[in-house]
């Protein structure tokens, strides 16, 4: 069983539409969840971090954590075409975004 | 723009040979953590430096290693190159403090991606 799992896609969703992309983790003393979008050919960007079961929203993103069926989610609201791009999940098992644990990523394509 | 830099961008070597990658941290950060990217796969973390000492190994043999030096700069270091070396190498910057355990958001810079032919 890998560390984190995530479906590799492609996820194609329509343009203003809601984006589910979801990360099953087996570590249970994970303590810290991310969610990074990579663009082809260039490095990961952080765009949510969470910590406590519920959910976080940041504009458009939610993320969703259940430390209870160890499952992350990340929403994106009123999809655009520059969402197009591969989502990674990470975990740590301590707080903090470093040593981090990544799935494979899920590739998401906004069709217009 | 996240303040890091990796040198070079892109790198072509032969099986068998040495490569450094080089990582300029952002100003102010004192960790720096490595990672390598194969083709569709997500990164895998190598090491960690803090305050020019190894915080953490990654699944990893030892012909990879590194160096921080004062500045916190970082440099890895692959040995004997082997062709499923091939991948972007990522290094990622951040503040920590271990006493308290603080440690602020890492970030990656642009990669170095490695070729082994």
């Known amino acids: 069983q890998k560390e984190v799992e995530q479906n590799s896609g492609p996820l194609s969703v329509p343009e203003g539409a809601i984006a589910s992309l979801n990360c099953t983790y087996s570590d249970r003393g994970s303590q810290s969840f991310f969610w990074y979008r990579q663009y082809s050919g260039k490095s990961p960007e952080l765009i949510m971090s969470i910590y406590s079961n519920g959910d976080k929203e940041d504009g458009r993103f939610t993320a969703q954590l259940n430390k209870a069926s160890q499952y992350v989610s990340l929403l994106i609201r009123d999809s655009q075409p520059s969402d197009s791009a591969t989502y990674l999940c990470?975990?740590?098992?301590?707080?903090?975004?470093?040593?981090?644990?990544f799935g494979t990523g899920t590739r998401l394509t906004i069709i217009p | 723009e996240t303040g890091v830099t990796q040198s070079p961008t892109h790198l072509i070597k032969t099986r068998g040979q040495q490569v450094t990658l080089r990582c300029s941290s952002q100003?102010?950060?004192?960790?720096v953590s490595w990672y390598q990217q194969a083709l569709g796969q997500g990164p895998q973390f190598i090491f960690q430096y803090y305050r020019e000492e190894e915080n953490g190994r990654g699944n990893f043999p030892p012909r990879f290693s590194g160096l921080q030096f004062p500045n916190y700069s970082s440099e890895l270091n692959v040995n004997a190159l082997e062709l499923d070396d091939s991948a972007l190498y990522l290094c990622?910057?951040?503040?920590?403090?271990?006493?308290?355990?603080?440690?602020?958001?890492?970030?990656f810079g642009q990669g170095t991606r490695l070729t082994v032919v």
């Open positions: 990622a910057s951040s503040f920590s403090t271990l006493f308290t355990g603080l440690t602020t958001e890492a970030f």
């Open positions: 100003s102010g950060h004192n960790t």
């Open positions: 990470a975990v740590n098992r301590n707080f903090g975004n470093e040593k981090l644990t």
